[in-house]
Structure formats: C-alpha cells, structure tokens
C-alpha cells in the first residue's frame, strides 16, 4: 500500500459538492433552461420523492426497472408494484424477457448510466410503445440530449455540482399530469455542508464537513418537500458549458492512461459522471482504500443494487468492480494527472 506524505497536502479531489458559484450562464443555456426546455416541470427536495411522486400518480402501473439501478428509488409505498429486467454488458437495456408483461399503463424506467446516453434501442421502444410511461433516470447525466415526446426526465443536481438538493421531474412534450411538491424543506439543514465545505477549500475540517454530509445523506427521504429556493437559483444561473467543457476534457486526460480498464468507449461524445474503471473485486477494493488515503474520494455506484442478487449475479458482481474516479469542472490537469499516476501505480 502506499503511504502518502506529510509534507505535500493536497486540497481533497472529488465527494460531495461544495456550494458552486453560478457564472450567470453567459452566451448560452442555464442548467435548468438545458433540463427542462418548453416542457412543464417540478422540483422536488431529491430525484426519489418526485419518482415517488409521479409513481403515485398511476396506483394501477406496474413499474418496471433496471436490476442495475439505486436501492434507494425503490420506496415502500410501491416496492409491491415493482418489476426487474436484467442489463447486459455494456450498460443496454435487456427487454426481450420482459416486454410481454408489459401492459397499457405500466411505467417503464431507463437510465443514463454514468451520464451516457440511453441508446437508439431505448430511444426505439419509446417510440414503439406509446401506450407505455418512460421515465429517463439522468442524475448522473448533465447533457445527453432531447428526451423522447412521451418520456418523463428526472434530475438529481446534487450529484452533478454544488447544490444542496434537488430532484427535478420534467414532463413529456404534450399534457400530463404532473405532481408538484407541497412543503418547504430545511433548507439551512440541507444547506450547511456545502457551505462548510465551500469555507475550507484545503479541506484542514474534511472530518466535519464529511460526517455533517453523511448526516445529511442519510436524513434523506421520500418527502413532498420542495427543492430549495438557493439550489433552484443556481441551476438557473450556471451555464451549463461551464460544467460539459472541463468535465469531457478531464475524462479524456484520464482516458490517455486509463484507458485499458475502463468500461466506456474512447472519444465520449458527452460528459460522464466520472472515470469508470472495472477491476477484479479485490483490486478495485484496494484502489479505493490507497485513493481514499491520499484524499481522492472515488466513488461506487453503487454499493448496492434494487434487483436482487440471486436473480441477478451479473449486475450484482458489478457493484463489486466497477469504481467512478472524479472528473468533474472543479479540477483540472494537475489533478488529473496525479490521479492517473496513482492509480497506474496501484495496477501495474
């Protein structure tokens, strides 16, 4: 294992978001202008209230999600309802199974794994089968494009810049019925670790700020609160090319010398959440503890999964190889280039 040295400390890269400073989206689209576009939308404390949310709206659909998806979605108050389809390598959608146990109604969830783009397959279903709900999971997703005329978007900003909360839920083109939060949040709760984060840019109170955000994750539920105002205005202040530009250019830095472990394809076309490498488990295991050690918080996505394990290994071995290094427009090529080291260092 390395040992990193006392005598370099290093302002830590990657974990929670600090509170962003909004540029005031100069020459061209605001987040919340890129997200929702013309189209009708809500804005919940977090991305599993306002699912829950639009999931309450049709107590007769059977819900349908990727095995390979966040535990936390699944709520109890429809967990009865809920119905798994396996994904195949490469992060594609497996319907062939399922599709005939889909009925007129039922809601079908698809993600934007690792902020990449669903695929023409999935693109091609929602045209085909319009008698269907389609909800697109993008919170690890900034800029993917237009989603299909009859699907629902859901956002999840935190995960993507320094905002406290948020869960976005944007409706398909045409009428819908769109349920809308209809309390306030804690905002100065949600608030304080971003903000003590934001005040120690060296991280000297990491420990603090870092278990006052674990609070903070864990005090999440499924709620009818409302985003906060401060989150809100931010996303509608940040231009959006602020966040794409230096995100692509880090992950392509990455790529030059990661390349042969990682599960993307070479010359992304849009931003991913971070640098996903696939490695054997008790390597990826030691990857996080030596990067963790030298304050490069590499994240899991995730730690555990909705569909269960026996029913599918596959996805379930996953959450036991991939790992998501930073990338993200708080860094540049220093960073990146001492993280790349790092890592080469731990699997050559």
Request: some cysteine; aromatic content about 8%; charged content about 20%.
């Amino acid at each position: 294992m390395l040992v990193p040295s006392d005598a370099e400390p290093v302002a830590p890269v990657g974990g929670f978001f600090e509170r962003h400073d909004p540029d005031d989206a100069p020459g061209g689209p605001s987040v919340l202008e890129a997200w929702t576009g013309d189209r009708a939308w809500a804005a919940f404390v977090n991305a599993r209230s306002a699912f829950a949310a639009l999931v309450g709206t049709l107590p007769g659909a059977t819900i349908w999600l990727p095995a390979f998806v966040c535990g936390d979605l699944v709520d109890p108050s429809f967990a009865d309802r809920v119905r798994f389809y396996p994904v195949g390598e490469g992060f594609a959608p497996d319907l062939a199974g399922v599709e005939p146990g889909m009925v007129a109604g039922d809601l079908v969830l698809f993600v934007a794994w690792f902020g990449q783009p669903v695929g023409p397959g999935v693109q091609a279903f929602a045209r085909r089968r319009t008698d269907l709900h389609i909800v697109e999971d993008r919170a690890q997703a900034l800029a993917v494009g237009p989603a299909s005329d009859n699907g629902w978007t859901l956002y999840s900003p935190r995960k993507l810049l320094g905002v406290a909360d948020g869960g976005l839920l944007v409706a398909p083109a045409g009428p819908a019925t769109l349920p809308r939060p209809d309390t306030s949040p804690d905002s100065a709760a949600l608030w304080r670790a971003p903000l003590l984060r934001h005040d120690d840019p060296l991280g000297r109170n990491n420990a603090v700020w870092h278990i006052v955000n674990q609070g903070k994750e864990a005090a999440m539920a499924v709620t009818s609160e409302a985003m906060t105002e401060r989150s809100l205005a931010i996303l509608s202040r940040t231009s959006l090319s602020s966040l794409v530009g230096p995100r692509l250019a880090n992950w392509r830095l990455l790529d030059r010398a990661l390349h042969r472990w990682s599960v993307l394809p070479a010359n992304l076309a849009v931003p991913s959440l971070g640098y996903v490498l696939k490695l054997e488990p008790d390597a990826r295991d030691a990857v996080l503890t030596d990067l963790h050690a030298y304050r490069i918080f590499a994240a899991v996505h995730w730690p555990s999964i909705a569909g269960p394990a026996q029913d599918f290994p596959r996805e379930t071995q996953w959450t036991r190889e991939l790992i998501t290094l930073p990338c993200d427009h708080r860094y540049g090529e220093a960073d990146m280039v001492r993280m790349a080291r790092r890592v080469e260092a731990l699997l050559t």
